[in-house]
Structure formats: C-alpha cells, structure tokens
C-alpha cells in the first residue's frame, strides 16, 4: 500500500486532522434522526445496527492506530475489542455477527463517549506528521467509515421495512436521480484495455494490480435500467418464465416468493405497483427513475429477457475511463452496477501485510462485483476502479443495472 | 366464567378502579430501570420485548374492553390491533412473533402514551358498576397483565444474557430465598382427592372443574431442590449419562451442548460454577439456595439420579391443600415446580367462550405443567391450583424442581 | 415382569418354538412380495426400510438372548451389533437413524442369512425348558417383532407413496372394513374403573401398574369416523378455520400445507378426493370407511368440529372392557384410535430392569396415545390395555378416531 | 454448435453405431459390480442413484432424439419422462432431485429394459445417415453419458462410504496413479494467449467462443499435490488456523467439521491417516500419491499455506496448450485440478439453442472451473478446454490440486 500512503504521509497535518473530523462526523449526522431503539436493531445477519457501525468504525481506528501507536492510550472498556471486531481473525474473538442486535450496552450514549473518545486521541495522534505506514491507515480507516455511512444507511433501511408501519428512517435521505435521457446504445471498440487503480491516491488492494485485458467490442447502456423498463418485465411473467434466470436464481425466486425487487409494494389495480419503500418513506413509482434493490440473479434474468446482458467489469471500467466516458449517465451516485463478472483476484493480487490484509482477499469467492456507486456513498468515496462484491442473492444495497451486448 | 365474574361484579366501583391501577402501575415500575433499547430487543421468538410486553397488556383491555364496551372509545392508532396481538386468531392478524425486536416505531414513550390512553378510558369505563361479563373480563385483563409481568422479567433476563458484558437488567429484582431447612420427605395418604379450582375468586379455565382423582400413597420433598444438590448431580456425571435421560431430553443435551442450567457460569477450579448469572448481574453460587432455570428434561433427569421421581400435578396440588402443607416449603414465591404432568384437559375442561377462549385451551398439547409460583410472580397472583405449562426444553423460566417418591 | 414370564416359563419348549417359528415367519411373509430395492430405501428419520426391520428383530434376540445365554453363539458380523440396534443406549453404540436406508451391504440374501442363523440358535435355545427370565425375554423379543410387523408395513406405505408411480407395494395387504352399522353415542356410566394390564399373559411395562381412576359419565361413539364424516369436515372448511385446531396443530397444518388426511389423492370435480393411495394401490374413495392416516391434530380438529371430543385413555380401556364393550364395533382391527391423554406414566410405573427398560419409558413426553389396534397388527398381538404412542403430527400409522362427549 | 455437428455428420453410420454401442455399453459395465440395491440408493441431493444415471443417460436420447425424431417410437412408461429428467426446465417437469433414491420402481431390471428399449430404437435411427442438428445431439448424447459416467463413479463412493462397513463398491476401479517425479516448477512466459476450443471435434458450449487473454508470466508445478505433501499442511495445523482460509472456507471448515480431505480415515498412532476409504474399500495412505477429494477451500487453502495459489482457468489451459506442457505431468486422468477461475461466461458465449441450451450456461454463478480430467473420466471424454465446474465446498468429486505461482 506504499504508494498511496506515501502521498497521504504527504498531507499537513491539518490538513489531515480536518479531513478525520469530516468523515467522522458525517457518521454521526448520518445517524442523528434515528432513535436510540432505531439505532440498536438488527433486521438479518447480514445487516448490522447503526449503533455498531458508529462503533466498529471507532473500534477500528482503535485498534490499527491508537492501541499500537497512541502515545498512553487507553480503551474506555476492553470489552469493545471482542463486540465491536466485524471478522478480522488476527485482531481476536468477535461477538456473533447475528446477535449485534442484542447489545443495548453499552448504549448509544456510551457509543457517542466512545466515538469522543476515540476522536480526541486521533486528534492528537494526527497533529505531529505521521510515517507512511500510519497515515496509510488512517486513510484507510477514514474509506472504511465511509463504506460503513453506506452500509448505515442500507442496514437501517432492511431493518425499518419490517415494521408494518412503514416508517420514514432517514427523511432527508437523498432521491435517486433519473437520467432524463432516452436510452441508447454506447459503442464501445474493445482491443486491449488496462484496468485497476493506476494511482494517485487511495484504492483497496483488491482494485489492483492494474494489469491489461482483452476485450472484444460491445455497447453499454446510456443509462441505468428504470423502474418502468423493469415493470413490463414483470408484466410480461418475467417471475414466472424460468428461461431467463440462471438455475440458483429461479431457484431463489421459488424459495423467496420473489415477485418483484426488494421494497416494492404489491401491485395495484393499474399493473404498477402501489408504492416503494424507501429511506424517506413509501414513495410513488417513477417510471423514468432507475431501478433499485435488485439482486444479481435478478439483474441478468432481466437483461436475458431484454436480449442483453451484464456487462463485465473490466468492460465497464474500461467504458467509463475510455473516450466514450461521457455519453455513460449515471456510472456514479445513483446505483451500484451489477456486472457479469465474478470477484476473483486480479492477476498478481497479494492483500496488504498484517490484520488489514484481511480486509479484502477473504471474500474472494462466491459473491458478484458491482461497480460505479450510489446515492447513499459519501463524497470522496467512488472510484472507477472500485470492486464492490456481495453475493448474488444480496438485494438491500442500492443495486440496480446498466444493459451492455456484444457489438 | 360467571362464578368469578358474579363476584367480582359485586366489587365496588372504587375499588376496582384501585386494583386496575395498582396492577397496571407495577409493569410500569417493573421496566422503569430499563432504557428503551432494553425494552425494544427480543432474543428468541419464544420471548417478547419488554415494550411489547407494556403495549400486548393495554391491547388486551382495549380489545375486550375499550372498543366493545368504552363509549366512543377512539384508538391511538389501528395498526395497533395487528402489532400488539399475541396469539388471538379471532381477533385479528397478528405481526409475526419473531418480528417483535424489530418495532423501533412505536417507541417507549409512544407506548407509554398508549398506556396512558387505554388507563384514562378504562378509568372511566370502571367508574360505574360493571355487568359480570364485563367484570369478567376486567378481572381477566388483570391477571393477564400480572403473567406478563412475570414474563417480562423472564424475557428481559434472557435477552440481556446475550450481552457478554453481563449487565444487571434489575439490580433491585428479588433473590431466591434459601429454604434453610434440611431435606425431609413429607409423607402424604394417597386416596380420593379434589383438585381443580372451587372458588371463590378468580381462576383460569383451565383450572376447572374441579374433580376427584384417585392418588396412591407418596412423599414430597419439604423444600426445592438446591443448587448445591444439583451441582452434585453434575459433578456425577448427569450430564453426560444417558441412563437419567429421557430420549427427547438426551437429544436436546446433545443438540445444545447443555452441561448446567441455563445461567451458569462455566465451572472454576472448585467444580463450582464461577457464578450464575442472574437479573441483578452475575452472583456468586449458592449452595443452600433452589436451583433455577432447569427444563423439565433436567428436572426429570435429576430426579432420576437421585432415585426419585417428579409429582403429578395432583399429587402437588392434593399436598399443597392437605393437611401437610405447612411442612412443605417454598410451594410458592421462589421457583415454579415442574411436574411430570402433560398439559391436558381436565375431564369435563370447556374452555371460556368467545375470543377469551383462546387464553389457554389451544396450548394443551405438548406442554408440562409447573405449580407453585415463582419469585417474579406478582403479588395477589399465585394460587394452588394454577396450572403454568411450558414445552419440556424451556430453561427460561424461574422453574426449579420438588423431589416426590411412591410411599 | 415376572408374572407374564412366570407363566410363560411354563409354556412347554415345543408350544415356544411353535410360537417363535410362527411369529418370525410372518415377517417374511409379510416382506416377501418386495423386492431388495424396495426393501432397501427409508422415506424418512422416523420410518425404517423392511430389510432394517428384519435385521433388527433379529439383532433383538441376539443381543439379549443368543450372546449372553446361547452356549457358544457366534455373530455373523460384529458390525451388526452397531447397524441394527435401534435406541438402546445402554446397548452400545448405534448407526445413525437417518441412514437405514443407505445400508445396500449387507444385502437382502445376507440378511435373511442372518435371520437364519439367529433362528438356529434360538430353536437350540428354546429345545430346554427355560428360566422365567429368559422365558419373559423370549416373549417380548416376540412382541417386538410383531410390534415391528405392523411398522413395516406403515413404513413402506410411506416410503412406497413418495414414488409418483403409486405402486402397489403389499396388493394381498387387508382393507380397512366398514363397520356397517349407523353412528349411535354409546353411554358410560363413569365412576371409578380400573385400568392397566391386569394379567395373565404378557403386556409392557408401561401398561401398569393396574390402578383405578375415577371418570365422570361419558358417552362413546360406537364406530369410527368415516372417510365420508371427515370429508365432510374438509368440504366446512376444515383445514381453513383456525377454530376447530390446537395452536400447534393449526401451525403445522399452514407449514405442511396439510388439506387431508396423509394419503388422499387431490380432490376431483365432485369434491371427493380423486382416491386414497394404500399398500394395495390407489384405490376408491369409501365414504362408509373408516378414515385413515389421521394426526392427533387433525382428530381433535374433527371432533371440536363435530361437537364431540377424543376420549381419554382411561374412557376408552374403561369402555372397551366395560359391560357396553359389545356395542362398540372396530374396537381392534381397523385404525389406532387417537385419544386426548398424553403419554406420561401410570402411577408406580417403573420401566423394566436392564436394557429392556429403554423400551417404553424413555419417550414418556410430547407424545399421545393411541388405543386399540389397526389392521395391519398381527393376530395375537392387540391388548385392551394396549398404549401405543406417537407424536402429535405423526400420520403414517394407521391411525383415525372414534368420537366422545360428556354425558 | 455447428462446426462439431457438421464434422460429426459426416461420419460413417456405421462409425456412429459403434461408437454409439461403445459408450452405452461402457456404463452397463461399470455398474456390473453393483447390486440393484447399491444401485438405488441417493446420499445426498447433489448426487444420484446408479440406477437413476443408467435411465437419464437414456432419457437423454429418447427425449432429444427418438421422440421429437425417431419414426413411430413410443416410451416404455410416460412417467420417464419426469422421473428421468435432471433439469431441463423445457422439457416439463422433474421429479424432486432429493428423492431420487426412493425410485425402487421402475426396479433394475426395467431400468436395463428401458436402455435396451432406447437403444434398439437409436440403433434404427443411426442407420441411416444423419443431418448436422440430429448427428451433434447423437455426439451431445453420448459425451452426456460420459460425464454421467464419471459422476456415476463419484456419487456410489459417495453412497457407499456411508456404510460404517466400507465395503468395496467397485473393486476394479482405478488406483490414482503417481506422478514419479520430484517437484518442480515450470516456468511459463505469459503474454497473449488464446485459449478456448478451437475445433475439430465436439466440445460444450461454455469452453467458446475461442478468445485471447493476457497472461503475466507465472509457473506451474509439474504435477499434482501429493497426499504426503497435503499430509504436512495438516500437521502443520492447516484446519486449525485461519491465515490460510477464505472466509466462507473457514466457516465451512467449522460447521462441518473438517479435518482432513474427504475419505481420510482417521489419524493413526503416526499421525498419517489409518488409510483412505476408495472405490476399491480401503487402502493405504500413499505419501507419493495424488491428494483427491478436496474441496475449493482446501485446494486454496493448501496452497496459500505453500507459498502459492492455484492457477487460473486460463493459465491451466494456456501451459497445456504451450510449449513446455510435456513438462506438466497428470494434467489429464489422474485429478480434476482446482483453478482460482469462477465459472463465469467467456466473452461472447451463447448458450446452444433450444433445450439443450440450459446444459451448462444457466449454471455460471457461484461455481469454481476445474482444469484437466480424473481417473474416473471415460476414455476420449477429456479435453484441454474442457470447463468442470462445482461449488466451492465439493469434495465428492476426485478433485485435486496443481500449484501455481507469479514469475
Ligand atoms: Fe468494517
Ligand atoms: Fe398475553
Ligand atoms: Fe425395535
Ligand atoms: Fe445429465
């Protein structure tokens, strides 16, 4: 991680500091209209409370930075050490994720106290210059908070839509965008393409080595698929018709009941449905705007009924760094792309030396990588090169899809 | 119901309005050092959040009550209907058991409001005299709410055992009295007896009617087994010997890997355990004090190693109204006693009319019966001839054991 | 059980050898017409395939007769004590109960073998007179095969209706026979009654001590409910109304998707169902016919739907040996009769010593019992005091329902 | 699929006859040694009976071929149709995959009638000379039972290895043979490289389009893991420590219980496994022979802890394909060889047209690409583009591990 941390080891140390205090704070203004019981609850295992996000992130700076390098640091309660590690094997015992639910104590108020705590002793590491290696990690841990603000928002999201009340989370979450334009074909000419980070600045490791691949031409969708478009998918038995799907999603489709993406209401007497389930609330169905929540399987039993297909991603990397960048709406900030392509390791991968090495590689099997970003991540935090991952059957992140085809 | 009802219609105005505040006034107290997040979790679809608790109880006296008999009685909000019904299939749709933790919305205060609601109008409702149906029910609603109050002690004990911190849910909640007696074997006569309520008061219905049953000769132990005792049983191997076992029991011993009662500390260096945690946190191991928190498969077990058997419920029931019962101690107070009883209908067992009939009669199969009362049953609550059940493998009770043998 | 093997040490050696060649040849018979396939495969934990039950029958009289007391017996196989002992802990370790059915080696040819040379042994065994014990032994190892004789054939219908072919696995096996006389309410006086095996002859421990129980004036239904009666029930909505089931019952119905007796074919246009699948085949719908294949949840379901009720075991062993007992028709021989008692032991019962204790007392929770006989238990082996038991969802027995009332 | 099926049109019908009789004949002759028990049996979902490959195999032609084309052919049953059908949605519905092994009707012997009955009827049909369509189904039909052949192989030790007396299930099968050399690594030079079939001859659909990748310089070791080596990794403490695992590898490794390779027998007194359970019963741990039976994790495992990882699809194929693949030892018929490849499509894949479309492509998610072929693989069914695929925690396949590193 040596070139990344070399140039943060470059920032002022106020200029360091003041960038700390925004990240961290955006948490805690993320989470400030949720109650306390909002904030403790735990819908599925996969999903953690808002309170642990606003504690892991803190834990996780604790335990990279300030246990090993904080000059007299002291925890306010080693007990935070086991409840608030997600998985990192080398870093100790873990909590059970399925149970972070349960941990009404400490309370959100203890939590806050921790955050503080946390802050102060960062504020101080952070006001002398720091070696490479340390401001590595702090950058690190500032992407980190940042997945998990995303992360907050999508857990909090699963959590309240299993209230049969139907309650507004976060009221001033933001709308996903509609693109506004209608949709075409991007010609893309494919030939030899280099993908991966190439620097400057921070990527995980998985984003590299950059490394060149082949690719043969193809045509990416303008913009994202919308809600309307996947409509008259469902309209035409798209649920029902096993010849779109891959065989563990139509698998999927029976266990689950699945008849339409995550959070959409049952359809109405007009064949849309009666609203969306969203952060702010139900909303009403925009046929122009892009649709959400869908899971892998769902994404290519679409594009299989569209007479298309998922695009892979070093396709839709080279895409948007390529000469046709522009004419591609909506590859940033409004959802995360699903892409034909399996998260393995790019050639030459190594994970980073030490606990943070588990970050990344472990994961590699078995999951999808989705690439661009969303509504719900931070400034500062999308990259072309980006590998996010779940696996196919995930739909309570801000997934959605981009239509590509052989040219 | 009408025996209990005719006389409790005969209560004066004032003083039923008394006793519907004093009840409802003890959950309230009960949960009071309980923050919002306590009171929102649930651990097991078994157990319910101590909230839920607080809105199920003032449910049932809008139900019953309120919107049949509370003139222009107006709800806070109809989904709770749906929200806060338990188990009743003639009332409605119920949110599923499981989902309870999940309802941040509405929160404490909500529910405090709720209740506050309900309060005012039963005030008004119970300001002039009552039929007997409705006397009936106002009786009902109370006693209902008293098993609540138990079961909010036992839920939030169990959900607060999930923490690895082990904090104390109610640092002011009662402690298991020691018998201070040595064991002795009460002798009973055996014979014709009468068990089943006989009035007056209130009762369940499935306390009734009362009726002979025919007991051979037997002895009771004069106290509660004890800690110390079943630390012996333990240390014999009893967890570990499939001869005390019963085949159902024997598997659940695999299946959970129980090696104590639920609530033990793991054995010290001594072969105690290093304490039992309890709803005042974690307390040192009491010899002399009753064992708690045992399934009816290691109550049986115990039994068995100790060369004798659990009572009938009759047999409980014959001795705790016999001339001996004096000499038998702890009947009622500290832990319920299993019994080797399967819940069934008492001969003659019709249960009440209407939704109320739900209140136990479909729960007669699968269960064991428990006497006595425990130290979280409320005052006014306990009689000799309640009948509690639960499924062989609940460990989340106060329930503890009473030695019995043929004569 | 030194009464019943008292008199039968008094059987002369020829009577005993009649009776063991008797009883082990009708196994044979029973299983002749399947073919190694089909004797080989087991549809579920709780049903064993035929070889199995042939192998085990033997292994019962190997283990407690041939190895301790056969001068010199040799095993075929040592590993047949672990494969074909069925529950007996105190008996060593055994195969995994799910896993029958995988058990291709031995074969069919090396089982019967096996039968053989048990049968050999047992005829030089059984060529002296014999100590009571061993004569007790020598009876129960009968009982037990003859108890398993009726449980392969419920285990091969089960295991045979999982095939969409619907073979006919048994096609001599015997018809349910109708009763042939209208529904007449037969009254009992009540009172006290003896009940439990009151000898001479064999019975299982758990079919005493004989006691007497005190029951009030009943009435008995003097047939059992048809095929035509339960219809009935399903075209009322019967599987739909939550109000007629116990709330397990209820639940397992909405889980199973349970909307007839085990068996029935689907409905055809006149709402009868389209046949009954049996081990003769599918055969005809019979309204006059007792139905078949009942859970203990569906029998109460169907009598709280015809105003009646199960009879306790004591009411139908009271009846059935009481001066009305000539009035009821299908007592034995037709289905097991589900009654409202659950299986807890009789007062002062104590299991058998030794490893035969394991045979009865050890499932003495969460199961009902059933009474009579069925037609597919062998002659000989049917006792009035007989308790059979199974699980509340249990519905591959031949079980159904005779109806009771309060007087 | 034109160029293969034109090529294999021109065939002699007297070529494709015996090629026909050839294969068909190879898996009677494999099942030989099974009795018609063995040959019922299903241990677990993915894998199937004996007697179900030897009736789907013909399946596969009577519903491909004979029906749609075979002039005047009727089935012997209609029932086959769904009995038989493995997972082609088009081809109406399936028998449940999990109870295949309760089909002892149509028996063994109805089974072989069926093989004779399709054959009788293919043998008509390939008299004559063929159009390109129906010669690559015939070419499709006989490579399907090919693959079923090896999988016949896999799933009865699967089953047999069940039975606590690990009987022999085919004693002529072969011995994994040893490579005889000492480790070596083979440098490979990376750059362009094409890989994918290029033709002639039959190939799948998922080994196209042929395609060109860009390969960093690597090395391969020259043949494969051996079980001494493997061996090491365990006593090194390989299954009890994290480092060396992904994730979902790790947890598979506690909820199963895994401690060493599938088949290992117990460790003995010189902590080498007291022999390894094969389709010959058991044998002796051989240090120089190939490991088999490993799953994705273990194979990645092992290697993360040897200083390597396992080489892509494409590597595997490119140094197969290259220059120095003499030096590459057992790249065929000893193991299948684990690549650090997902099943992903390869860029411009369709799926074949029609039914036979859902062969492979509807199966490219969450599976992992095994290289090379097994002992266990028919004769001519082996090729270097060939794209095995199985879930990552697969281990009943002979399934090993070649290494691979970065130059
Ligand atoms: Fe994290
Ligand atoms: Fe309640
Ligand atoms: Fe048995
Ligand atoms: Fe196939």
Redesign the interface.
């Known amino acids: 991680p040596m070139n990344a941390s070399t140039e943060s080891a470059l920032l002022l140390a106020a200029e360091r500091q003041a960038r700390y205090a925004a990240v961290r704070s955006h948490s805690v203004a993320l989470a400030a209209p949720l ?4 904030q ?2 735990q ?1 599925m295992p996969d999903a953690s409370p808002t309170k642990w996000h606003l504690a892991h992130t803190s834990w996780f700076f604790e335990t990279l930075l300030l246990k090993p390098h904080g000059a007299g640091y002291r925890t306010p309660d080693p ?1 935070y050490a ?2 608030f590690n997600s ?1 990192y ?2 870093l100790g015992p873990r ?1 059970p994720r399925p ?1 972070r ?8 108020a203890e939590v806050h106290a921790y955050r503080a705590h946390v802050d102060a002793a960062m504020e101080a590491l952070l006001a002398a210059p720091l070696e490479a290696e340390l401001a590595f990690l702090v950058e690190l841990g500032l992407h980190h908070e940042q997945q998990h603000q995303e992360l907050l928002q999508t857990d909090i999201l699963h ?2 839509s ?4 139907r ?1 507004a989370a976060l009221p001033q979450a933001p709308r996903a965008t509609e693109a506004g334009q209608p949709f075409a074909w991007i010609e893309q000419a494919g030939g ?1 393409a280099w993908i991966g980070h190439a620097g400057p600045g921070f990527a995980y490791d998985n984003e590299g080595p950059r ?6 031409p193809y045509r990416l969708g303008n913009r994202l698929v919308t809600q309307g478009e996947y409509q008259a998918f469902i309209a035409d038995g798209g649920y029902r018709r ?2 779109f ?6 698998a999927t489709v029976q266990a689950q009941g699945w008849t339409a993406p995550a959070y959409w209401l049952p359809e109405g007497a007009d064949g849309q449905p009666e609203g969306i389930y969203t952060l702010r609330g139900v909303e009403a169905f925009r046929p122009e705007a892009p649709v959400l929540h869908l899971s ?2 769902e994404a ?1 039993a679409y594009a299989e009924w569209a007479g298309a297909r998922l695009p ?1 991603e070093a396709e839709w990397e080279a895409a948007a760094t390529g000469p046709q960048a522009a004419a591609l709406h909506q590859l940033h900030g409004v959802a995360w792309q699903w892409t ?6 790019y ?2 991968y190594r994970p980073w030396a030490g606990a943070v090495g588990e970050y990344n590689g ?5 999951q ?1 990588v989705l690439r661009g970003s969303s509504l719900a991540t931070p400034p500062g935090h999308a990259r072309d090169s980006y590998r996010n991952f779940f696996p ?1 059957a995930a739909r309570w992140q801000f997934s959605g899809l981009r239509l590509a085809q ?1 040219a």
């Open positions: 109650s306390a019981e909002d403790c609850i819908s007990a086991t409840l998985y094997e080398q909590h149970q639910g349960l941990i009404t104590r400490p309370d959100l959590a309240m299993m209230n049969p009340l309650p030899e490394h060149p691949v082949w690719l043969q096993a010849a799907w891959l065989s563990d999603g139509w892998f399987y290519a892979t034909r392509s399996s998260y393995d390791p050639p030459g472990k994961f590699m099997v078995s999808l196919p052989d």
